[in-house]
């Protein structure tokens, strides 16, 4: 059965003095989760298990990231979460550190809904 993207959410996180891309990556993902409300499941009657949610996590070290760990924040449908090259690191000189700065985009899919409903005018 064909797939229908019904959601593309980003955000981004960020670990300032920890260096922790793992960190970065799940503020990423909870910054994208808290821009959507997504209604049409309750209103449609569709379950959320029907859903296949990819997320891909930016950082300049992707080596980094527990993609398994991050994946665990995702409340709904099936997920799977990659990291790949992005994000920024910011050095700090003076302290001798740097600050992970991470990006997420969270797609979710669908089965292909057309011909299950009919759009009627309200009477």
């Not at 593309?8 to 799940?26: F, H, I, P, S, V």
């Not at 700065?101 to 979710?108: D, G, L, P, Q, S």
Request: aromatic share 4%; net charge negative; proline share 3%.
């Amino acid at each position: 059965m064909s797939e229908k993207r019904i959601i593309l959410e980003m955000g981004t996180g960020n670990d300032l003095y920890g260096q922790d891309y793992t960190k970065a990556a799940r503020r990423a993902v909870q910054d994208a989760l808290h821009h959507s409300s997504i209604t049409l499941f309750a209103k449609l009657g569709i379950d959320h298990s029907e859903m296949r949610v990819e997320v891909t996590i930016g950082v300049q070290q992707p080596e980094m990231v527990d993609c398994d760990l991050v994946a665990q924040d995702l409340p709904r449908g099936r997920a799977s979460v990659r990291a790949v090259k992005g994000g920024l690191d910011v050095e700090d000189a003076d302290a001798g550190s740097r600050h992970v700065v991470a990006t997420a985009a969270i797609e979710a899919w669908l089965p292909d809904q057309a011909g299950k409903y009919k759009i009627t005018a309200p009477k």
